[in-house]
């Protein structure tokens, strides 16, 4: 298979930090806002470098995703920081109204996603973030999968018109995809090509996918993996594309099952091209304090859980 | 420059549009609009006075008003037709299939005149103040109006925007609170008693003028004294009661009219009540 090495773990959230610094250099219209939460977020750098343009909001995340709506009235491109918990649910109705149906031109930037926040537990872990926002219309998902590829789609979302949530993690992680790549919203990315069985992946769960990809070449599969880091809008014609191929899925992401990739890929397979699918995810419970990776082994996320869903899933192939 | 006598006969078509869409609807809000016509009368003809032929998302260089409390529709659709965003004949389509003049204001549909959706309560002071902050970034001098309902301040997120302009020194914002006294399900004494909404302002840190907002020669004064009091270092509150239903004697003050519209019957007997000065549509 393609080798993908670790050029060393960073967590992804710097990635939104440097790109959004790198953006503040670049385009003036650019600004930030961030509630309480500076520092966890990587956006110091930013409000050391732009104070005019950065807008401390305090704790009160509705009042930020407003302000943010408001200013793109102006011509402004604002980019909201908090914890994904913050980004979305606390905020779902001012998303909904003043930047969704509104189309107004602001990026919802969310770190702290999903089970790998690690020991603050299941306040903070939110893991039905990509539902709620893929169900908004106008709005676009993403979900990066490492240092580099966040770094990437910062830089993309800030050219591309209209409402974008982009969704990334506190943890350091494995950094394995080029430095200074192109990031194209919409375009999923082929990282294995095999036969047997597709992999569809986001977020931190694609370097778990090449880990167990690894695995199961040992034992004879070819996987086909496939980082959908844009759950909206779905690459429907790369994902069809693959699967006519495997004719099976293992779908992997750091969420609820309800609402996220997997769900959105069943659905698509649904309608255009019935196939089994195995889907690595949380299944309708909250999570809990502990170690990332001890997490990740609790709730079936980890790289023996892929394993283990590609041989079932291959299994259900006629 | 229009007088205060011309301004008040604009008011009464706004009023008559009001009855006239609602009824035409069967559906919609007449308390509130009728309350507020107005402030939205002088706010447009004689403060702001926006080009219509220019207008644009943006909004650079020009005043720029948000409805927080959207349900305040009707009256602000007919201010908008009557000042030159569209055809006033278009009110007939209020609430109605395609129509772009939706239940609550909208973006989606292209109306000219509107930058932000409103409905869901509470969000049009953060909007607002989003808005006051690109215009002082862009160094654009003029100034951002938002009108929001009384029973809409029991929504938390205006506290947080309240704290945050006066805090942050939004000084080219201009808040006004339409202090009818009523919301859907009584008088808000009775739903959640507010207290002093004046002093409680005051110790936020806003600047704030009080006016009686169904007369016109106050409404205008008010606002310039609002003007004058911008770029001080203060957002501006205006805490202006009304009278729901205000120009029509059996809608006065009753907060069932809130969310009803009227029968043939009571239309007829509004109309009557309301002088026909520019020309029903």
């Known amino acids: ?318 | 420059m229009l007088s205060i006598q011309e301004l008040e006969k604009i008011a009464s078509q706004v009023r008559r549009d009001i009855i006239r869409m609602v009824h035409g609807a069967s559906s919609g809000h007449p308390g509130g609009p009728l309350g507020s016509a107005d402030l939205l009368v002088a706010l447009y003809f004689k403060i702001m006075k926006p080009d219509p032929e220019k207008f644009t998302m943006d909004g650079t260089a020009e005043d720029l008003f948000f409805l927080s409390n959207g349900h305040l529709s009707a009256g602000w659709y007919s201010v908008l037709a009557r000042y030159g965003y569209f055809e006033a004949g278009e009110l007939a389509t209020f609430r109605k299939m395609g129509a772009r003049l939706q239940g609550h204001p909208a973006t989606a549909e292209g109306l000219p005149g509107i930058r932000m959706s409103s409905g869901s309560l509470g969000q049009g002071l953060s909007v607002s103040i989003g808005a006051a902050l690109a215009k002082k970034m862009n160094h654009d001098e003029h100034l951002v109006y938002c009108l929001m309902g009384d029973g809409e301040l029991q929504e938390g997120q205006n506290w947080e925007a309240l704290m945050f302009a006066a805090g942050k020194r939004v000084d080219n914002l201009v808040a006004v609170v339409d202090y009818n006294g009523v919301q859907i399900d009584g008088p808000n004494d009775k739903v959640l008693p507010m207290g002093d909404l004046q002093a409680k302002f005051e110790a936020f840190d806003w600047h704030v003028l009080t006016m009686y907002g169904n007369d016109m020669t106050e409404v205008v004064e008010t606002l310039k004294k609002a003007q004058w009091f911008t770029g001080q270092g203060k957002p501006v509150m205006i805490l202006m009661t009304t009278h729901m239903g205000n120009g029509v004697d059996f809608m006065l003050d009753n907060h069932e009219w809130h969310g009803v519209f009227p029968n043939d019957e009571q239309t007829k007997e509004a109309l009557a009540q309301l002088e026909e000065t520019i020309g029903d549509y």
């Open chain 1, 1 to 318: 298979m393609t080798e993908y090495l670790n050029q060393g773990s960073k967590d992804t959230r710097s990635g939104f930090g440097e790109a959004l610094l790198e953006l503040g250099k670049q385009n003036p219209n650019v600004v930030a806002l961030c509630a309480d939460l500076t520092g966890s977020l990587k956006m110091d750098a930013f409000a050391a470098g732009f104070p005019d343009r950065f807008i401390q909001v305090g704790i009160a995340e509705a009042n930020m995703i407003c302000i943010a709506a408001g200013m793109t009235i102006g011509g402004k491109i604002p980019f909201t920081g908090t914890f994904a918990n913050f980004s979305t649910g606390r905020v779902y109705d001012q998303i909904r109204q003043s930047v969704a149906y509104s189309n107004k031109n602001v990026k919802i930037c969310a770190s702290h996603a999903g089970l790998t926040l690690g020991e603050d537990g299941a306040t903070h872990q939110n893991l039905e973030d990509l539902g709620m926002m893929k169900m908004l219309p106008n709005m676009t998902v993403i979900n990066p999968c490492d240092f580099n590829q966040t770094k990437a789609a910062t830089l993309a979302i800030a050219t591309h018109p209209g409402p974008v949530y982009l969704r990334f993690g506190r943890p350091k992680w494995p950094n394995f995809t080029p430095p200074g790549q192109p990031f194209v919203i919409g375009r999923a990315m082929l990282l294995n090509e095999g036969t047997d069985v597709t992999i569809f992946a986001i977020g931190h769960m694609v370097w778990n996918a090449l880990q167990a990809c690894k695995t199961l070449e040992e034992q004879g599969i070819r996987a086909e993996v496939i980082n959908v880091h844009t759950i909206k809008p779905l690459d429907e014609e790369a994902i069809l594309a693959s699967v006519t191929k495997t004719g099976c899925v293992v779908t992997a992401e750091e969420h609820m099952r309800n609402g996220g990739l997997g769900d959105s890929i069943a659905q698509l397979l649904v309608r255009k091209h019935p196939a089994p699918v195995e889907m690595v995810a949380v299944n309708d419970t909250f999570g809990e304090s502990g170690k990332p990776e001890e997490l990740l082994k609790k709730y079936g996320l980890d790289v023996p859980d892929i394993v283990a869903a590609a041989f079932r899933v291959i299994a259900r192939k006629q």
